[in-house]
């Protein structure tokens, strides 16, 4: 805080709305003890996700990729998601992948997402901890040159 207040203005992962937000901050006055920034960021990925019984911790969660060309789809894999109806457990996912990645890399940089289940596919010699998923995706994204 230190006196300063950041006003995020977001456009909720609307790929087509990016750059009217951009607009807004880029003409936001200048307002002593404010800033104003376009888009949401990446967070630490240190937090716990929760809605009612939905609980997603990027640290317990893990992710695979699959390539083609230049696309890059993911796979998330969390504990004790398959009990939940895939369209509830994709909204509050991408909202955690969301904070990892931040509004812009999640929805411009990955191609798809798609959630799995952990038990049983808890390979971690092929899969990675969400944690690392931002420096994976920059990785990527820099050596296919978009």
Not at 36 to 65: C, G, H, W
Not at 137 to 146: A, M, Q, S
Request: charged residues 25%; hydrophobic residues 40%; aromatic residues 14%.
């Amino acid at each position: 805080f230190n006196g300063v207040r950041d006003m995020v203005i977001s456009a909720d992962g609307n790929k087509a709305k990016f750059e009217i937000v951009r607009e807004i901050v880029r003409n936001a006055p200048d307002i002593k003890g404010w800033t104003f920034t376009a888009l949401r960021q990446p967070v630490n990925p240190d937090f716990e996700f929760q809605y009612n019984d939905i609980t997603l911790i990027p640290a317990k969660m893990f992710f695979s990729s699959r390539i083609e060309g230049d696309s890059l789809d993911l796979i998330i894999y969390a504990d004790n998601i398959r009990k939940y109806n895939y369209d509830t457990i994709t909204h509050y996912g991408l909202i955690v992948i969301s904070k990892v990645l931040g509004e812009y890399d999640c929805a411009m940089k990955v191609r798809h997402y798609y959630f799995e289940d952990a038990k049983g596919k808890m390979d971690t010699a092929i899969l990675k901890p969400v944690t690392e998923l931002k420096a994976f995706v920059n990785t990527f994204y820099i050596t296919h040159e978009h």
